[in-house]
């Protein structure tokens, strides 16, 4: 965000100001206050003309520039009404060079999910992709799709949501029994690199948020079917907010998915290209990768693949 917008959103935060008291404060022309207090006012941003000067309203817009105002965590927001995909459209920003940027956006009209399946991404959602550029081995990527993870069941929580975690990539409300439960969240990550060091990964979002449970594919759910709409604006903030905490202290990525997890204690089946798994999924590597138990008492370490939830035996 331009940071005189920036500066000017602040003080009205404070309260309403008079545009010379703007432009005295911030030693700009009275016409560039007009000038930026209208290009907020574009932004979504609802700022009112009052005989004492401008009063900043409730902050209700989904905008890059109001999504960015508050966020505290080093992103730009790309923000789309609409677009094919967030994650071609954060690729394309990754090739150009771009690092810390969230391609945001209100619906996708070609959103996908895991082995190219399609993924509903109506309006209402919390469709987003973030660029960065970790210094890391590939080998540690998988670490920031579970910091991603934890990122949107915390944010799902302080909506009022009682969400977990399913392995790999799934945040769930769980149901009555191990094997039933509504699909709330994915996440889809991307990445380019090297052997031995990543150059750019996009883990991409996608959060069904304030969108009507007909709307979605069977056994999905959303935040408005569960507790209600969400201020989407404070939940993408939030969500950032987390995933760059998580991002900043990788240790503490595990610990805090061992305990948002509805998967690890559970009797799963995990479909590989080379065969299934089943037994108990007892714990997460370091890197990501589920622990099962077989029945003949065999640890096997999965990297990836498609995990369900079985009844008990």
Same mark, same amino acid.
């Given at each position: 965000?331009?940071?005189?917008?920036?500066?000017?959103? &602040?003080?009205?935060?404070?309260?309403?100001?008079?545009?010379?008291?703007?432009?005295? !404060?911030?030693?700009?022309?009275?016409?560039?206050?007009?000038?930026?207090?209208?290009?907020?006012?574009?932004?979504?941003?609802?700022?009112?003309?009052?005989? =004492?000067?401008?009063?900043?309203?409730?902050?209700?817009?989904?905008?890059?520039?109001?999504?960015?105002?508050?966020?505290?965590?080093?992103?730009?927001?790309?923000?789309?009404?609409?677009?094919?995909? #967030?994650?071609?459209?954060? $690729?394309?920003?990754? =090739?150009?060079?771009?690092? +810390?940027?969230?391609?945001?956006?209100?619906?996708? #009209?070609?959103?996908?999910?895991?082995?190219?399946?399609?993924?509903?991404?109506?309006?209402?959602? *919390?469709?987003?992709?973030?660029?960065?550029?970790? !210094?890391? #081995?590939?080998? $540690?990527?998988?670490?920031?799709?579970?910091?991603?993870?934890?990122?949107?069941?915390?944010?799902?929580?302080?909506?009022?949501?009682?969400?977990?975690?399913?392995?790999?990539?799934?945040?769930?409300?769980?149901?009555? &029994?191990?094997?039933?439960?509504?699909?709330?969240?994915?996440?889809?990550?991307?990445?380019?690199?090297?052997?031995? $060091?990543?150059?750019?990964?996009?883990?991409?979002?996608?959060?069904?948020?304030?969108?009507?449970?007909?709307?979605?594919? +069977?056994?999905?759910?959303?935040?408005?079917?569960?507790?209600?709409?969400?201020?989407?604006? @404070?939940?993408?903030? $939030?969500?950032?907010?987390?995933?760059?905490?998580?991002?900043?202290?990788?240790?503490?990525?595990?610990?805090?998915?061992?305990?948002?997890?509805? =998967?690890?204690?559970?009797?799963?089946?995990?479909?590989?290209?080379?065969?299934?798994?089943?037994?108990?999924? *007892?714990?997460? #590597?370091? !890197?990501?990768?589920?622990?099962?138990?077989? +029945?003949?008492?065999?640890?096997?370490? *999965?990297?990836?693949?498609?995990?369900?939830?079985? @009844?008990? *035996?």
């Amino acid at each position: 965000m331009n940071e005189t917008r920036r500066a000017i959103l &602040e003080e009205l935060s404070d309260g309403p100001a008079s545009g010379p008291e703007l432009a005295d !404060s911030l030693s700009v022309s009275r016409a560039a206050i007009w000038k930026h207090v209208e290009e907020l006012r574009d932004a979504g941003f609802d700022i009112e003309s009052e005989p =004492t000067g401008y009063r900043l309203e409730e902050i209700s817009a989904y905008s890059g520039p109001a999504v960015e105002f508050g966020l505290e965590a080093p992103f730009e927001v790309d923000y789309h009404d609409s677009v094919g995909s #967030t994650n071609d459209r954060a $690729r394309e920003l990754a =090739t150009e060079g771009a690092e +810390d940027v969230v391609v945001l956006a209100d619906e996708q #009209t070609g959103g996908r999910g895991r082995l190219e399946r399609a993924w509903a991404a109506p309006p209402g959602g *919390v469709w987003a992709s973030v660029v960065i550029r970790p !210094s890391i #081995t590939p080998a $540690r990527a998988p670490l920031y799709t579970l910091a991603a993870a934890v990122a949107i069941a915390r944010a799902v929580r302080e909506a009022g949501v009682d969400a977990g975690i399913k392995w790999p990539n799934d945040v769930i409300v769980p149901g009555d &029994e191990p094997s039933e439960y509504r699909k709330l969240a994915g996440i889809l990550t991307e990445m380019e690199g090297e052997t031995d $060091r990543i150059s750019w990964l996009v883990p991409g979002i996608g959060v069904n948020a304030n969108i009507d449970a007909d709307d979605l594919p +069977d056994g999905a759910t959303s935040i408005r079917a569960e507790a209600g709409d969400v201020d989407r604006r @404070r939940f993408v903030q $939030r969500l950032l907010e987390e995933f760059d905490r998580y991002r900043n202290d990788l240790e503490a990525i595990v610990p805090a998915w061992r305990e948002l997890s509805v =998967t690890l204690g559970q009797r799963v089946r995990v479909d590989r290209p080379d065969g299934e798994v089943v037994g108990e999924a *007892v714990d997460v #590597t370091e !890197s990501g990768a589920l622990v099962v138990e077989t +029945d003949d008492g065999e640890r096997t370490s *999965v990297t990836a693949g498609d995990c369900e939830h079985l @009844r008990p *035996v």
